[in-house]
């Protein structure tokens, strides 16, 4: 972190990106890196005018008018800076981080990555730089790619889009980062034959739910043909309510297993209702085959069983959920949904100042999650960590005093009291996994949702 927020550091890249071009300027790199993230994390929506107030604050000599500091905030060269501070923030916390304890599942691979994104609507009149995707959605949107290395609580990948890139064009994007016995678990819009077959061939591995509508063999030959699973399964595992298949997917008839879970009756309904209201929103009647496939769960894997077995499978791909609860502290605690102006370098510049207070933020949660891992064994809290963060400006104290040894003194003496997940009745995901309880049973005991 000392690394990330070194004065010399930032006042020389600001100089070498061409933000900061006369010698004798009084508005330094590290002014503006602070002004867009600790200084401003709990204040979203804070105008020019306040900028410029809490920039004196940090810096009595770099007194800018809201016009002067306007012109600094939509430039180009505003929007390199930040970027180039976010990618060696991204860099350093790999650097960084180490190993917490692993559950007995996910200790056979090298990495286990979480891919994911989230979208934010934007005003309209940004629709050219960050076009959204139309319909029912908002016309301007950006995209927040995440890669998030489960096993060191370390981001791998910090990236924005427009909002109307869809996942499945990132597919093959992180198999450029992938290295033999790594694991990658992904939401399902990231489905690719092409991508799954790229890690084989790496030797990495995958699991991820199976897209509808993506070719099942049984046979890998060329003359066999594809079959309708669901009925498949109805006719020849009627009693069965889990099924493990080695079967060939797409049209490159790759090798792996399935596995099958038979939903509830409460889940299939609760499936149904939410896919009958998102039809007639679209002006649909939803057929009789996709009814059919709801009342299932698929995923896809090229783990062997001898390292996973077929009931543990839906167990293990709900840590994707920490992605989930990550992007809603993200938003509720770090506020990246509200971005306030109309110009694109504003926006890129405010949205790149908070992921980099969240890069922070989430070096301080890794540090603190190997931490409990190792010494307390229990779970430290995201949620919690942030709220302690903001609270009484403890991060943006450290950072503007160079004091942040003292603050991880001070996270050390209260995690076991206020900073950890509280022991609950309800297991959490990792504890599911580290029990290695079988999926229908962890839904039957703990009431957790089926993936929908």
């Known amino acids: 972190m000392e690394h990330v927020l070194d004065k010399q550091w930032l006042s020389s890249t600001a100089r070498q990106v061409g933000f900061i071009q006369r010698a004798t300027s009084r508005f330094e790199g590290d002014d503006f890196v602070k002004l867009l993230t600790v200084e401003t994390l709990a204040l979203p929506a804070i ?73 934010i609507s934007l005003h309209e009149k940004l629709v050219g730089e960050f076009k959204g995707v139309g319909g029912n959605a908002s016309k301007a949107a950006l995209k927040i790619n995440f890669i998030f290395d489960f096993k060191k609580h370390a981001m791998h990948e910090l990236s924005i889009s427009a909002g109307n890139v869809p996942d499945q064009a990132r597919a093959a994007h992180a198999v450029d980062r992938l290295e033999k016995g790594d694991l990658v678990i992904r939401d399902l819009g990231y489905f690719s034959t092409t991508g799954l077959a790229a890690m084989d061939g790496l030797g990495a591995f995958y ?177 919690k960590i942030t709220e302690w963060l903001k609270r009484r400006e403890r991060l943006s104290k450290a950072v503007q005093l160079g004091q942040i040894y003292m603050l991880l003194q001070e996270l050390i003496n209260d995690l076991p009291k206020i900073l950890c997940k509280q022991k609950r009745k309800r297991k959490t995901t990792l504890e599911l996994i580290e029990a290695q309880v079988p999926y229908g049973d962890s839904f039957r005991n703990n009431n957790h949702k089926m993936a929908a």
């Open 207 to 383: 699991l991820s739910r199976l897209l509808k509508g993506v070719g099942i063999y049984l046979h890998q030959d060329q003359r066999a043909t594809s079959v309708d699973i669901v009925d498949y399964v109805d006719h020849k595992f009627t009693h069965e309510n889990m099924v493990d298949l080695d079967i060939y997917i797409g049209k490159e008839k790759i090798p792996c297993r399935l596995v099958i879970y038979r939903a509830p009756d409460a889940v299939v309904n609760e499936r149904l209702r939410k896919a009958n209201t998102n039809a007639k929103k679209k002006g649909r009647q939803l057929s009789e085959e996709h009814k059919k496939w709801l009342r299932f769960t698929f995923f896809v894997t090229n783990v062997s069983r001898d390292v996973w077995s077929s009931d543990v499978i839906g167990t293990i791909y709900r840590i994707r959920w920490q992605i989930e609860l990550m992007f809603k502290t993200w938003k509720s605690l770090c506020h990246i949904h509200i971005l306030k102006g109309h110009r694109p370098e504003r926006i890129k510049c405010l949205i790149y100042g908070r992921l980099i207070s969240i890069v922070l933020i989430t070096m301080l949660h890794g540090f603190a999650s190997c931490y409990c891992a190792n010494h307390l064994q229990r779970e430290a809290c995201l949620h």
């Open 47 to 119: 105008s020019l005018a306040g900028m410029c107030d809490v920039l004196r604050r940090i810096n009595p000599k770099a007194d800018l008018s809201p016009q002067a500091l306007s012109e600094r905030i939509n430039s180009q060269s505003a929007v390199d800076y930040l970027k180039e501070v976010l990618h060696v923030a991204v860099e350093s916390s790999l650097r960084i981080a180490e190993e917490g304890i692993s559950p007995d599942l996910l200790a056979p691979f090298k990495r286990v990555f979480l891919e994911d994104s989230t979208t």
